[in-house]
């Protein structure tokens, strides 16, 4: 091939790589357009859910409401209760099983736990993107398979203010799904494949916990 065809052809290719870049780079944009309002508006539905729920669990059935209702509200561990808060202070649950274990880990306890966490629904990602789990697949069933799946090890200390929030409360054997809002995840800047602004969706078990100072046994 002569220099002046081959200088065509590698001006041809940069071309095609460049346009399919910008093809990918239209469909991240469209993928996570206007982002902070759906964010906003998401966490506002599941905000408005929860507190409904509870509210109408306390009407109908008084100081046994946790009895009968799966929502859950928790002021983030960081803040004081007693000054006002905002509507993105506090994080929502939503319990899909309950557990027998007594007591709740401390912010330095190290949890043991199995994890999936997600994005909202999107157009590529109807359920929503899952960005970290701890299970041999994404599948829902997988992460939380005993068998397959090996849980996390972490402080609640650690992680983002929800997530550890939402451990802090939970006993053993508690399946949670934790609606968490930007501002106790990543907040503006985002992290990997977290954009900015991103509401964060995890199911959560707790299989067990150490209090500080204990050694932690190695995982069978």
Known sequence: MGKHLLFIFL????ASVLMSSCKDDDGDEEEYANWQSRNDAYFGSIRTLALDSIRQAKTRYGNSWTAHCN?????????????TNKSTDSIYVEIIRRGNGAGC???TDSCRLY??????PSASY???????????SSKFEKVFDHKTAV???????TSVKGFGTALQNMHI????????PYTLGYNT???NSVPAYSTLIFEIELYAYYRSGVNVPVWH
Do not use: K, N
Not at 151 to 157: A, D, T, V
Not at 173 to 180: F, K, P, Q, S, T
């Open 189 to 191: 800047a985002g992290s």
């Open 173 to 180: 054997g508690d399946l949670w799904r934790v609606y968490i």
């Open 71 to 83: 929502w859950r509200s928790y002021l983030c561990y960081s803040l004081d209760s007693t000054i």
């Open 11 to 14: 001006t041809l290719l940069s």
């Open 105 to 107: 880990p401390l912010s």
């Open 115 to 120: 994890y999936r966490g997600r994005l909202i």
């Open 151 to 157: 849980p996390g090890l972490m402080r609640p200390s």
């Open 126 to 136: 109807p359920e929503g993107y899952v960005f970290d789990h701890t299970g041999q």
